[in-house]
């Protein structure tokens, strides 16, 4: 697991020494996610690395019965990860990341919700690992791991750690 979160880091390091012309206009989540997820690709030779996609092979990804709300569409069940490392066809899922600009003044809990959920095994889309980054102009102010549909601890201050060390920060 630590592998690809050191994936996860290389591509955050290399997005801040590129981009941030996006964090001095302040421009949208899902154009800062897009171009976070240029230099994730070059991370994970041999996966797609997608930005909102919502689909399990033939199927739509949906929130199981009983949970949250979803806001991403109009019925409320439809989940778009902000960016996954899957393999299509199979379908094989290894992470999906939310990105949240630390100027979003909304409630964080939906994104935390979405990611217990798409890392549950007992949910039949779960991604493996679930990453949730609040990107600030110059560091990352927040960075969680989720595995198991569950906020992991242990990894989450692992990670935490290692954006500390290279100088990313991650103020958690």
């Given at each position: 697991m630590q592998t690809e979160l050191n994936k996860v880091i290389a591509a955050l390091r290399e997005f801040y020494a590129r981009e941030q012309f996006?964090?001095?206009?302040?421009?949208?989540?899902?154009?800062?996610?897009?171009?976070?997820?240029?230099?994730?690709?070059?991370?994970?030779?041999?996966?797609?690395?997608?930005?909102?996609?919502?689909r399990l092979g033939e199927r739509t990804l949906h929130l199981p019965r009983g949970s949250i709300i979803s806001t991403d569409d109009h019925l409320g069940k439809s989940i778009y990860p902000d960016v996954v490392v899957h393999q299509r066809e199979i379908p094989n899922n290894l992470l999906a990341i939310e990105i949240r600009n630390a100027s979003n003044h909304t409630a964080i809990e939906h994104d935390q919700q979405k990611l217990k959920a798409l890392t549950d095994p007992d949910v039949w889309f779960a991604y493996w690992i679930g990453v949730l980054l609040v990107l600030a102009r110059t560091n990352i102010a927040t960075a969680e791991v989720y595995v198991g549909g569950v906020l992991d601890r242990t990894q989450t201050v692992w990670l935490t750690e290692r954006l500390k060390e290279t100088s990313l920060d991650a103020s958690h």
């Amino acid at each position: 697991m630590q592998t690809e979160l050191n994936k996860v880091i290389a591509a955050l390091r290399e997005f801040y020494a590129r981009e941030q012309f996006l964090f001095e206009k302040d421009v949208g989540e899902r154009a800062v996610t897009h171009r976070f997820a240029v230099y994730l690709e070059k991370q994970f030779s041999g996966w797609a690395v997608d930005c909102n996609y919502d689909r399990l092979g033939e199927r739509t990804l949906h929130l199981p019965r009983g949970s949250i709300i979803s806001t991403d569409d109009h019925l409320g069940k439809s989940i778009y990860p902000d960016v996954v490392v899957h393999q299509r066809e199979i379908p094989n899922n290894l992470l999906a990341i939310e990105i949240r600009n630390a100027s979003n003044h909304t409630a964080i809990e939906h994104d935390q919700q979405k990611l217990k959920a798409l890392t549950d095994p007992d949910v039949w889309f779960a991604y493996w690992i679930g990453v949730l980054l609040v990107l600030a102009r110059t560091n990352i102010a927040t960075a969680e791991v989720y595995v198991g549909g569950v906020l992991d601890r242990t990894q989450t201050v692992w990670l935490t750690e290692r954006l500390k060390e290279t100088s990313l920060d991650a103020s958690h």
